[in-house]
């Protein structure tokens, strides 16, 4: 005798209907969630878990924080859309905000999403007049045409081309390939500043900062892709900003609206004044709901000194990972509260499946890499409480992955 029955809003029953009415481009989720706070999340059963998935590096100040909710539910209750026919005054503050973290001038277009912040750069990247563009092999901008040009990712590309653009892909971390591909005919160079969705892989020290000298050399556009490694997510606002980087045109999204959808497009100089009227565009572009609470999570971070607790939980959390002493995990990589656990061959799977079954929420973000992003207020406790569970969890998919072999 189930409610879940009855309501058909169990673990199975919820797991049914989104197969029967949800396109199949995500495969089945494993897990319906119905309720979160700060660090935890609840199944349709009432199941607890410790989410270090934090909606793919999305929620910066974990669920339900009471500084968004009510950023949201008072500007909703005030002014909830204007278009862009009218100014309103969220998004001029987050444009003001954003560009005083990054500390200098520049112009700012919002948008909903981490695709749509990349294609309005692909799109400053054209009004340079040139056409070419490079970016890295393995490199995740989005899903979008323009987006999907510039993604590393064969897999993701092939049923789709022809693509936009002229896009060459060169070896991430490989400054002689960015010296070699990037010429006086390249509009932008694209790259992230660590490479999240391709595993958590870090390019070698001075990457960045060399492929800021060559694309200064030849009047290219350098774009730095900070949809999951901004907004504090690698300790610093922006992840370049540790490296003393300043990019031409900044993409951020993710984190930004602690789980509300926004992307922004960050321009400097130049770059700044390429979009004009009518080049581009978006309905909800600036809406003040979400900039209402993207200005929240950006206020948290800074009163609360989230930077600082970022890099502290950050340095617990490898320290207690490289200490499990597990045979299974090979090297533990990344920044700040973004780090992949690459394990000794293909188990990432098995290692998610184990950890769920012990209340932990983790991603396995490619055959042998386990990516970790909790909020970036996890507390001491709950890193602790993690380390202990992945811990297990990790021997359960060692032995398992032993018997199968
Ligand atoms: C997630 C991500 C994107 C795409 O963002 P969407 O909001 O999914 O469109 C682009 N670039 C990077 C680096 C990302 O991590």
């Known amino acids: 005798m189930s409610g879940e029955e009855v309501t058909g809003a169990g673990n199975e029953a919820l797991t049914r209907r989104w197969q029967d009415v949800m396109m199949d481009n995500f495969g089945t989720p494993r897990l319906p969630l119905v309720r979160g706070?700060?660090?935890?999340?609840?199944?349709?059963?009432?199941?607890?878990?410790?989410?270090?998935?934090?909606?793919?590096?999305?929620?910066?100040?974990?669920?339900?924080?009471p500084a968004v909710v009510r950023a949201v539910s008072e500007q909703a209750a005030s002014l909830g859309h204007v278009s862009n026919l009218f100014v309103a005054e969220p998004p001029v503050r987050l444009a003001e905000r954003l560009l005083g973290l990054a500390g200098r001038p520049g112009r700012v277009y919002f948008s909903n999403s981490g695709a749509e912040a990349n294609e309005a750069a692909f799109k400053i990247g054209r009004l340079t007049g040139r056409t070419h563009m490079v970016s890295a092999a393995g490199g995740f901008h989005g899903r979008t045409m323009g987006a999907l040009a510039l993604t590393g990712q064969p897999v993701k590309q092939v049923p789709f081309r022809p693509l936009p653009g002229e896009v060459s892909h060169v070896p991430y971390g490989d400054v002689e390939a960015l010296r070699a591909a990037v010429t006086p005919r390249t509009a932008l160079l694209v790259l992230e500043p660590l490479q999240g969705e391709n595993g958590v892989v870090v390019p070698p020290p001075g990457y960045l900062r060399a492929a800021r000298e060559i694309t200064a050399a030849t009047g290219t556009l350098l774009v730095l892709d900070e949809i999951q490694t901004g907004v504090g997510r690698?300790?610093?606002?922006?992840?370049?900003?540790?490296?003393?980087?300043?990019?031409?045109?900044?993409?951020?999204?993710?984190?930004?609206?602690?789980?509300?959808?926004?992307?922004?497009?960050?321009?400097?100089?130049?770059?700044?004044?390429?979009?004009?009227?009518?080049?581009?565009?978006?309905?909800?572009?600036?809406?003040?709901?979400?900039?209402?609470a993207a200005?929240?999570?950006?206020?948290?971070?800074?009163?609360?000194?989230?930077?600082?607790?970022?890099?502290?939980?950050?340095?617990?959390?490898?320290?207690?990972?490289?200490?499990?002493?597990?045979?299974?995990?090979?090297?533990?990589?990344?920044?700040?509260?973004?780090?992949?656990?690459?394990?000794?061959?293909?188990?990432?799977?098995g290692v998610?499946?184990?950890?769920?079954?012990?209340?932990?929420?983790?991603?396995?973000?490619?055959?042998?890499?386990?990516?970790?992003?909790?909020?970036?207020?996890?507390?001491d406790r709950e890193v602790d409480v993690f380390l202990d569970g992945f811990a297990a969890a990790l021997s359960e998919a060692l032995e398992d992955g032993r018997r199968a072999a």
């Open 295 to 349: 200005l929240a999570v950006l206020d948290t971070i800074e009163r609360e000194g989230v930077l600082d607790h970022v890099r502290r939980a950050g340095r617990r959390l490898r320290r207690g990972l490289e200490s499990t002493g597990l045979q299974l995990v090979r090297e533990v990589r990344g920044a700040g509260l973004l780090l992949g656990v690459v394990l000794e061959g293909p188990h990432a799977a």
């Open 234 to 292: 690698t300790g610093h606002w922006f992840a370049a900003q540790a490296e003393g980087v300043e990019a031409d045109v900044v993409t951020l999204a993710k984190g930004l609206g602690g789980g509300l959808p926004v992307g922004a497009t960050l321009a400097f100089g130049a770059s700044a004044r390429l979009l004009t009227p009518g080049t581009h565009g978006s309905t909800f572009s600036g809406n003040p709901v979400v900039c209402a």
């Open 352 to 379: 998610q499946r184990a950890a769920e079954d012990r209340g932990l929420l983790v991603n396995a973000v490619a055959p042998d890499v386990v990516r970790l992003a909790p909020p970036l207020t996890v507390s």
């Open 37 to 65: 706070r700060g660090t935890r999340v609840w199944d349709a059963e009432g199941n607890e878990y410790l989410d270090f998935v934090g909606g793919i590096a999305v929620n910066a100040l974990g669920h339900a924080h």
